[in-house]
């Protein structure tokens, strides 16, 4: 059954969805529904039929499909309106402002046997994909660190979410991203989590932010997301005990991997003068003590997001973006926040 996909909230998201969600096959958009009259313009404009008011667009019997584009502290609300009127849902990222709001959520989609997801694209980032094909081919050995970061310098946070009544803030909108990439990948749990957060330069929401994961298994994961950072640091920096691996950019254009071809045991008997000044354990290794590999080639392709959607309400595949995954990111998001509020490190509860 094709998708017959209806927009709520049809602004800058939403735009990209009309262009990218076709891509797939299979998946059609026809209508939009905005609280802003010149919003509802212009996506008849741009070939939808718009509406003005929330129970016509739902009354829509052809859309079969719900997507919610709006700002994050709306998403609970029209997302239950949709499936109580029969409607499949997805959701914009962050799915809602707390586990609590994720729950009715879910309890709307069971009560009402309708599918329910989140857009959570970033899993097909072509800088995520390669550096998890580097880590699962195994070259990296067991990952200790892994560090995921996203550095821009313009420090303004733009309209609603520079606000917190809007759920505005970096913490939901990349946080949620970053944090989601590495939940899905980990094959074990985070045991607690460490949280700074600053308003830099925005006073209601947190405009930098840096969250430690503890996993159960020793890994340590750091998110980090600056708004104000002039210069940075490579999207992705990975340490395991026989290799390690960065990434510099979203497409994986720059990046490399260094792997131990032998550990060197002999340290030499009196400190070594070195570049770092007198210095035994951080003298460079003889050459052959490593080896450089490219970064692997991966395919990616947001698109399979949403072919993904249309095969799993065909029950022709497994949904990828579960609700209990995103449930699990949206926890660890929460403790974040009380991690910050305390100053201290929040143990995770199952
Ligand atoms: P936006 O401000 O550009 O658009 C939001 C639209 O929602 C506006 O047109 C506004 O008029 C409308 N709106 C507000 N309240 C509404 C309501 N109660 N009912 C109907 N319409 C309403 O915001 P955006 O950047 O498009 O972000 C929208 C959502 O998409 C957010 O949840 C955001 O986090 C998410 N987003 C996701 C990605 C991604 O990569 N997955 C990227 C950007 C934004």
């Known amino acids: 059954m094709p998708i017959k996909l209806g927009i ?44 003005h008011a929330l129970d016509e667009f739902l009354a829509d019997k052809e859309i079969n ?34 586990v609590a709001e994720l729950d009715e959520m879910v309890a709307a989609s069971e009560k009402n046997h309708v599918l329910f997801t989140v ?28 560090e995921s970061r996203v550095h821009g310098c313009g420090g303004i946070v733009y309209g609603w979410r520079a606000h917190k009544e809007y759920g505005g803030g970096m913490l939901y909108d990349w946080g949620v991203h970053l944090l989601d990439q590495i939940l899905y990948m980990m094959p074990c749990k985070v045991e607690s989590v460490y949280a700074r957060l600053f308003s830099i330069v925005n006073p209601e929401v947190d405009d930098y932010f840096k969250v430690l994961l503890n996993f159960e298994d020793g890994t340590i994961a750091q998110v980090e997301v600056g708004t104000l950072c002039l210069e940075s640091l490579p999207r992705w920096f990975v340490c395991g005990d026989k ?15 260094t792997c131990l071809n032998k550990l060197v045991t002999e340290v030499a008997p009196e400190v070594v003068d070195t570049p770092s000044g007198p210095t035994r354990v951080f003298a460079p290794p003889p050459e052959d003590a490593k080896s450089h590999l490219p970064l692997p080639e991966v395919e990616a392709d947001w698109t399979e997001f ?13 949904l990828i973006v579960k609700p209990g995954e995103v449930r699990y990111t949206m926890s ?15 143990k995770m509860s199952y």
């Open 119 to 146: 857009h959570h694209n970033r899993r097909w980032d072509k800088d995520y994909l390669t550096m998890r094909k580097a880590l699962e081919s195994g070259v990296l050995g067991k990952p200790y660190t892994i």
């Open 306 to 318: 949403y072919a993904n959607v249309r095969d799993a309400i065909d029950g022709k595949a497994e």
């Open 65 to 98: 499909t719900v997507l919610v584009a709006t700002p994050n502290n709306v998403h609970k609300e029209l997302a239950i309106a949709a499936m109580n009127a029969g409607k499949h849902v997805i959701a914009e990222k962050p799915v809602a402002l707390s």
């Open 243 to 257: 290799g390690a691996l960065h990434i510099d950019d979203f497409e994986a254009k720059s990046g490399s991997i």
């Open 332 to 346: 660890v998001i929460e403790a974040a926040f009380k991690s910050h509020e305390t100053n201290q490190a929040v």
């Open 8 to 51: 709520i909230g049809y602004g800058g998201m939403a735009r990209w969805h009309h262009k990218n969600a076709p891509r797939a096959g299979g998946v059609e958009v026809i209508a939009a529904y905005d609280i802003e009259p010149r919003m509802v313009k212009e996506a008849e404009e741009n070939g939808l039929r718009g509406y």
